[in-house]
């Protein structure tokens, strides 16, 4: 009779497929609150979990969601100029957005994709159907842009000289996040006790500012900080869920 989804994707697909809009709800995914709460801990403990920030979450490569991007538009092409073009439009693409995000522009619409991937196509005089375009646009967004989104932001915080700490797989193969890979966290007692130990934790998505991470953090005493995203734009709004 209802249904709770915090996925933009879903959401639309939901409503293309007919459901009623008044019965679908926009919210993050339920944390237990018997396990997010404030921990006590050794000494030893709080030594290991402490840092000023901390991010929860496996390390994504954006380059590599590129390739992959790429790989599948262009794999089953037979004209290597047209594969050439369409690859060109792609890095352009994801370089125009790489200018944007470290010139602190906000960039939070998906309709920003389709346009350059558009203009990049016109100037190249490449034909790209609209349907080709806006599937393309959906996966620059999510997952390419909000990689990268990522991984920019940690490394500015790591290089304004903070305690930064990155849990979870894969961040220890990057140069520039090796020295602050901390390890692999269980979900329950130790991802609480991270949270317990940890000042500031950044939402760290690019189209939403609640999401679970939300709740865990500020459940067991650390200040979550979300990406200002104007409301209209934002796919599960923390401003709806934290009043006060």
Not at 118 to 144: C, H, S, Y
Request: glycine share 4%.
């Amino acid at each position: 009779d209802f249904s709770l989804v915090y996925c933009h994707g879903w959401y639309e697909k939901m409503i293309e497929t007919g459901f009623d809009k008044s019965r679908l709800a926009v919210q993050i995914n339920p944390v237990d609150e018997k396990i997010f709460e404030t921990k006590e801990m050794t000494q030893r403990e709080k030594e290991f979990y402490t840092a000023d920030i901390a991010f929860p979450g496996n390390y994504q490569r954006p380059e590599k969601d590129l390739a992959s991007m790429i790989l599948a538009c262009t794999g089953n092409m037979q004209n290597d100029a047209d594969k050439s073009k369409i690859t060109n439009v792609l890095i352009s693409t994801y370089e125009i957005f790489k200018s944007k995000i470290s010139n602190n522009e906000l960039v939070c619409q998906v309709e920003e994709c389709e346009s350059v991937i558009n203009e990049l196509a016109m100037l190249l005089e490449i034909n790209i159907p609209n349907t080709l375009v806006k599937d393309l646009a959906r996966m620059f967004f999510q997952p390419v842009l909000c990689n990268l989104y990522r991984k920019m932001t940690l490394k500015w915080l790591i290089d304004a000289g903070f305690q930064v700490k990155l849990w979870g797989l894969g961040w220890d193969t990057d140069p520039d996040f090796k020295a602050h890979a901390a390890g692999v966290l269980k979900h329950g007692d130790e991802l609480a006790k991270m949270y317990s130990c940890t000042k500031i934790v950044p939402g760290g998505f690019f189209w939403l500012s609640a999401h679970a991470r939300s709740w865990e953090s500020t459940s067991c005493g650390a200040l979550f900080m979300a990406r200002n995203i104007p409301s209209q734009f934002d796919f599960a709004n923390i401003r709806d869920c934290f009043t006060e």
